[in-house]
């Protein structure tokens, strides 16, 4: 189960979590901190499912199962080079 804020200004990563989550489990998380994703519009989302492709491609499982975490500074997009970057350095 999962609990999501009832703020009608929600971040792109959420909405996203959100629909993942409907199935009921996640197979694993890529979480990042220092950028919030958070009023970041249509791009944000579409960052945020780019982040969970990261993830997924470095723990070995399905996209559609890869939750995403992001928390930090809002209206900023994420450093996907980065987050790939240091992905792929970490496994």
Known sequence: ????????????VINLMAERTKRGKLAGIIA??????????????EDAKTM?????????ISEK??????????????????IRRKSNHDS
């Open 1 to 12: 189960m999962a609990v999501f804020t009832s703020n009608k200004v929600r971040a792109p």
């Open 32 to 45: 990042n901190g220092g950028c919030a994703n958070a009023y970041t519009g249509e791009r944000g989302y």
């Open 52 to 60: 969970a492709s990261i993830g997924s491609e470095v723990l070995g």
């Open 65 to 82: 199962e890869t939750g995403v975490a992001s928390t930090g500074v809002i209206g900023r997009y994420l450093d996907l080079n980065l």
